[in-house]
């Protein structure tokens, strides 16, 4: 069965520190990736997302970026946080149909 | 207008009663629905696909009316464990969900 791991779980960054999430999926080949965030209050919104190897989507302007070196990695990774970049991201894969499996999330704290 | 709007509640209901959430949709070029439950502080889950007009798994009913616009779910015979923030989730096709806000529902003993 396919299982995704999303790691940390849990972060408090200072303002203006890089920031690295790992998403890594088990079981399956070539799904297609994403990142959500969510923050307090409000819906998902989907930041990036990949169909492939080194093919990343970017759906909102901002200082956050998305790696996918492997068929199963995804990264998200900023340079220099904000305090806007707080909340919950979430990685989820699918292979086709749009049926989503998330990650347990990333609690992201920027002070 | 938003693609996906849903009611943000909370819906309060008690144990054993039947509760209803609709899903209003833009894009008519979705092709498939989706509900999520997300529990406090959690990731969303898959609850039920929508692919025609409907769906049905023990005490959950999804519908979906193309004329209209929406989805529906349905939940008979609330438990307290059902207390939990339910997302509604259109997929047009270009590799991507578009997500409600989500309803939030709390069932009472």
């Known amino acids: 069965s396919q299982t995704i791991h999303q790691w940390p779980a849990t972060l408090v960054q200072p303002v203006g520190s890089p920031l690295s999430l790992e998403c890594t999926v088990e079981?399956?080949?070539?799904?297609?990736l994403y990142w959500y965030r969510q923050a307090a209050g409000r819906g998902l919104q989907l930041l990036f997302y990949?169909?492939?190897?080194?093919?990343i989507s970017s759906e909102v302007p901002q200082n956050l970026s998305a790696s996918r070196p492997q068929d199963r990695q995804f990264i998200l990774s900023s340079k220099k946080l904000l305090l806007s970049d707080s909340g919950f991201y979430l990685c989820?894969?699918?292979?086709?149909?749009?049926?989503?499996?998330f990650g347990e999330g990333s609690r992201l704290t920027v002070l | 207008r938003k693609e996906v709007e849903q009611d943000p509640g909370p819906f309060n209901v008690p144990e054993g009663a039947t509760v209803a959430f609709n899903c209003t949709y833009s894009?008519?070029?979705?092709?498939?629905f989706f509900w999520y439950r997300q529990d406090c502080r959690k990731e969303p889950k898959l609850l039920m696909s929508?692919?025609?007009s409907g769906n049905e798994d023990g005490r959950f009913t999804a519908q979906l009316n193309r004329a209209s616009q929406y989805i529906s779910l349905l939940i008979r015979d609330s438990k307290l464990s059902d207390s939990a923030t339910y997302l509604c989730a259109g997929y047009s096709g270009y590799s991507t969900l578009t997500f409600g806000k989500g309803t939030m529902l709390l069932v009472s003993p």
């Open positions: 989820a894969w699918t292979m086709d149909r749009g049926e989503l499996f």
């Open positions: 990949s169909v492939g190897i080194g093919q």
């Open positions: 079981g399956t080949s070539n799904p297609n």
């Open positions: 929508v692919y025609s």
């Open positions: 894009n008519s070029a979705s092709q498939s």
